[in-house]
């Protein structure tokens, strides 16, 4: 199922069938590769490259080169294939990504400042070689975020800081606003864990309010455009938990002082 929703996925994005079936092949070779391995969920590894080619395709809007480096961005680092073998299987551009993915492996934080350092530095030369390896890692670490529940305490807690740290600021510079806003609450979720779920409760509490109100200023905007002849969507976003601690903080207000949840 799963692959079957990233099928359908690319096909809207890639028309050519010689790309869908570099796509089909890139599959069923990392499919082989991880053959066995689990995640610490207990999934089968490959629904991770799954998922993350999903998001590459589906809200980054990559093409088919992307979608297959996300599919293969853990084959070198956890089996004993080598970028020259992706390089002769695809090619040397996809070979290259999958590289640049490699290097960035095992987080940004270390131990050692020094080291923590270099890896930044490691960071912002790869984007200057190929942006689509920051962006292949953005999905990379949206997928991992979201399946966080899975590591132990320590572990939420340390890949969250660097989430923060780094790849959310990362996601906001390149544009991606939703990734961004994903990355941002589930990094405060797992970091602030009590403080989230009191906020989270409070605003599930406001949320059918919301919509009510959302409905009475859209009525004659809709009716409005709907007589000018115009074809349109109206959309309303609700505030993320996170913002809404940052406005908290912010302004020194209890949550019922924050007034523009919607």
Do not use: W
Not at 8 to 16: F, I, P, Y
Request: aromatic content about 10%; charged content about 30%; overall charge positive.
């Amino acid at each position: 199922r799963d692959y079957a929703d990233l099928k359908e996925a690319a096909r809207k994005r890639c028309t050519d069938q010689y790309e869908l079936d570099q796509i089909q092949k890139a599959f069923v070779f990392a499919n082989e590769a991880h053959k066995g391995v689990r995640r610490r969920s207990g999934e089968p590894y490959i629904l991770h490259p799954i998922a993350v080619a999903k998001i590459v395709v589906s809200n980054i809007g990559l093409g088919y080169k992307s979608i297959i480096a996300a599919l293969l961005h853990d084959v070198v680092e956890d089996t004993d294939y080598t970028v020259e073998d992706i390089e002769h299987m695809f090619d040397k551009k996809i070979a290259n990504i999958v590289e640049g993915l490699t290097k960035l492996s095992g987080g940004v934080f270390a131990d050692k400042a020094m080291k923590q350092a270099e890896n930044v530095r490691k960071l912002m030369l790869t984007m200057s070689d190929d942006i689509r390896v920051m962006l292949v890692k953005l999905a990379d670490r949206l997928h991992n975020m979201r399946t966080l529940a899975a590591q132990r305490p320590d572990k939420q807690r340390k890949i969250a800081a660097e989430t923060q740290y780094i790849y959310a600021p990362m996601a906001h510079r390149l544009g991606l606003f939703p990734i961004k806003t994903e990355l941002e609450n589930l990094s405060f979720k797992y970091e602030h864990p009590e403080l989230y779920k009191e906020i989270d409760a409070k605003l599930q509490a406001v949320r059918d309010a919301q919509k009510e109100n959302f409905e009475e200023f859209a009525a004659p905007i809709r009716k409005k455009l709907m007589m000018m002849g115009y074809e349109f969507k109206l959309y309303a976003r609700t505030k993320s938990v996170y913002s809404i601690y940052k406005k908290m903080v912010t302004k020194g207000v209890p949550f019922e002082q924050v007034y523009d949840l919607l």
